[in-house]
Structures are given as C-alpha cells and as structure tokens.
C-alpha cells in the first residue's frame, strides 16, 4: 500500500464548481497532515495545514479522519486560478520529513 | 515576502561529473531540506539537516550525496558522481525555528539534466 494515496485525476469542472479532493495514508502514527498546491514545473506551496477539527482558510475547507487515515479537501465556487496540481502531504512520524502524494490534477474551465 | 532561493535554476552536466545545488534558505529558518521530483513522480525526500548535522535521510541519499552549510547562509547539496537516474528537480525548503516544523517552505527548484 502506498504510504499516500490520492486520485491523480485529471478533474475538470467548470468555474464556480464545487470539487472535492480525498486522501488516504497508510502509517497511523502520522502526526501533521497537509494540503501544497504545485503548478506545473514549479515548487509546491503549502495551502492549508489539516487540524482533526477541520479547518477552512475562505474558499478551502480541509477534514482529517484519524480513525480511517483519510484527508480530504474541499474547494468551493472554484476559479480559472486554482487550476493545479493538489499534493497531500503528511509527516510520517519520527522526524520532520514530509511524504507526499502523487497529486491530484485540478483543471477549471471557462 | 522572505522567500527560499536556489540556484542554478538548471544544471545539464555530463554522467559521472559532481554537481553543486545551492540554497539560500529565509534568513530566521534553522531546518532545512532536500527534497527531489523526477518528472511525472511524486516528490519525495532526500535529507534533513539542523543544527549542521544531518537529522534524517532516505533511501535515496547514498554516499553519492553530501550536505553541508559552509558559509552560514547557503545550504548545499552535492552530488559527486552524477548518474542518468538523478535528473530531476531538486527541491530546497526551511522551516523556522519554533514554529511547526512540517510548515516547510520550498525554493523555486534547480532541474538537474544528466546526460
């Protein structure tokens, strides 16, 4: 099983869609759990942390299942700017090294 | 905004030859990272580094790979025989001290091509 797992897509939808992105991860002593944005060819950019409360930053809302290792992300009234790559990122526990996913691909259309 | 820097912004250098990366990390950030992304794959990480010694490694940072901080302010990564397989981009990122260790910023990247 790979440590973190995500739907590559790609998940076209129209601007002003409402999207969801999910996320599973396979080591249940993880400790910090993450949303990064990349574009193409660039540097991933941290988006929002991930609490076991959930949390929303404007149009972004993340939730966090311990109990069944699962992350997800919600982006509302989608934009032509959010269209990215979504990497789930989480600590994997004993260090501060972050294990990524393989993204998942956001394209928003006209 | 401080942001990470790194350069070159792309390295093509021939099989066996060793390659520097350098990385300038945000001025009060303590930890620092490499990481690297073949196209198309995940990013996945190489090396931590506080404090001036290494703090964690992967798989994939053999004895081909060193770090070091030589000067205070950048942040190397060598790579002393390169192969065709270490083409990829190579991440750079910091955290600050005190706060949460896993919010790391990443630099634009340096594309090592091994031909």
């Known amino acids: 099983r790979k440590e973190v797992e995500q739907d590559p897509g790609p998940f076209n939808v129209p601007e002003g869609a409402t999207v969801a992105f999910n996320c599973t991860y396979s080591?249940?002593?993880?400790?910090?759990f993450f949303w990064y944005r990349q574009d193409c060819r660039k540097e991933p950019k941290l988006l929002m942390s991930?609490?076991?409360s959930g949390n929303e930053d404007g149009r972004f809302t993340a939730q966090l299942n311990r109990a069944s290792q699962y992350i997800s992300l919600l982006i509302r009234d989608s934009k032509l700017s959010d269209s990215a790559t979504y990497l789930c990122?989480?600590?994997?526990?004993?260090?501060?090294?972050?294990?990524f996913g393989t993204g998942t691909q956001l394209k928003v259309e006209l | 905004e401080p942001e990470v820097t790194q350069t070159p912004s792309h390295q093509v250098t021939q099989m066996g030859q060793e390659v520097i990366l350098r990385c300038v990390p945000i001025s009060n950030h303590l930890y620092f990272y490499w990481y690297r992304q073949i196209l198309g794959q995940k990013v996945e990480f190489l090396v931590s580094f506080y404090n001036n010694e290494i703090s964690e490694k992967s798989e994939i940072f053999d004895d081909q790979f060193s770090v070091e901080r030589p000067d205070g302010s950048n942040f190397t990564l060598k790579i002393r025989s390169t192969k065709l397989e270490d083409s990829a981009m190579y991440f750079c990122?910091?955290?600050?001290?005190?706060?949460?260790?896993?919010?790391?910023?990443f630099g634009p990247g340096t594309r090592l091509t091994v031909l």
């Open positions: 990122a910091t955290t600050q001290a005190g706060a949460n260790l896993n919010e790391q910023f």
């Open positions: 991930v609490y076991s």
């Open positions: 080591n249940s002593a993880s400790q910090s």
């Open positions: 990122v989480v600590n994997s526990g004993g260090g501060n090294k972050l294990t």
